[in-house]
């Protein structure tokens, strides 16, 4: 199964035509790995779904199902823009689509939020979107993991979100890793709902 086969009903969240080419785009450049590690190497911070053969691919497809249920709800998607709606949506998307680095690397990286956020910035003309949405994207994207900032020796490497754009990417990340929260999905990685 080719990139876009894996990501149509993802891409139908889109509402902008140049973003969904955009979005597949930042998919197409991501490393294979994304698509087929799990969310979590130890099983202790995310949901049963996210575990295993694709799990982060389960994990950032969850966290861009629940953003697109969130602001589907008018009583907080009135608060956001069309453009806003759709960048945040993509950025959730791809939030941790250099979990391992580039090249890859055994463990997470702690910083891999930066990680991404500088991949968007760094290649917006590549990907063919503006110096303003990348700058949009690479700010939600960098402060997805919200207030764990700390790495494993204590030092502070990551921004706490301030935006409200920021705070949506988190929450809706945050509630995909929530074991408590199932997302149901089929054989081949879609969400069965």
């Not at 902008?16 to 979590?40: C, F, G, Q, R, T």
């Not at 861009?64 to 069309?82: F, V, W």
């Not at 993509?90 to 680095?101: A, E, N, R, Y």
């Not at 502070?156 to 754009?165: A, F, G, I, N, S």
């Amino acid at each position: 199964m080719d990139r876009l086969e894996m990501f149509v009903e993802e891409l139908e969240y889109i509402n902008d035509e140049s973003y969904k080419k955009v979005l597949l785009n930042i998919i197409n450049m991501l490393p294979e790995y994304w698509l087929h590690e799990a969310a979590s190497s130890t099983g202790k911070y995310h949901p049963e779904y996210a575990l295993g053969e694709g799990g982060l691919l389960r994990h950032s497809k969850a966290a861009m199902r629940i953003g697109y249920e969130l602001l589907n709800n008018p009583c907080i998607g009135d608060k956001y823009t069309a453009r806003e709606k759709d960048l945040m949506l993509m950025s959730l998307l791809v939030h941790d689509g250099l979990k391992l680095g580039d090249p890859q690397e055994r463990y997470t990286r702690f910083d891999h939020p930066i990680l991404m956020a500088n991949f968007i910035i760094d290649k917006y003309k590549e990907l063919d979107l503006s110096k303003e949405d990348a700058k949009f994207m690479g700010d939600v994207i960098k402060t997805h993991m919200g207030p764990w900032t700390t790495d494993y020796n204590g030092n502070e490497v990551l921004e706490r979100p301030k935006t409200k754009y920021q705070n949506f990417v988190h929450m809706c990340d945050f509630l995909a890793s929530r074991k408590c929260l199932l997302v149901p999905f089929d054989n081949n990685s879609k969400i069965s709902v």
